[in-house]
């Protein structure tokens, strides 16, 4: 995830090549650390539930989640920016992505991604109104912005 690299691949059957980055990240744990072969190539590999389009959604939800969280703490109390930038997706649907700009406890000014949100129109109440529901979605006050 932190490579961008999409899950899914194109030919996800068993006797592939290349069965898409998440199978061949899954194969690749599964040889290098101890023990995870039992679990992963025996188990997870077998069953279309554990490694289908489901659980690699949950599995990134999970991630950023506990992503949120880790930021969250970093910036503690203090007050953050925030970073906002709008866009037009390949569908052409208006797009804002959301980071936060935050100093450290060490001192060094720091920027996260916090996320990407549809937005109807490209008008500044608009947009005001999807980063305020975005910090209250992760329990983030706009008084500390």
Known sequence: MLQGL???GHDEIKDSLNQGNFHELL???????D?????VLQNALNDPEMTGPKMMEDLVNACARETTRLIKQDIG??????????FTDACHNEQLVVCLQYVDKKGRVVERFLGVVHIENPKAATIKSAIESLLREHSLSWSRV
């Open 6 to 8: 999409a899950f899914r």
């Open 27 to 33: 194969k690749w744990l599964a040889g290098n650390l």
């Open 35 to 39: 023990g995870a072969d039992k679990v």
């Open 77 to 86: 109390e203090e007050n953050f920016a925030i970073l906002a930038c709008l």
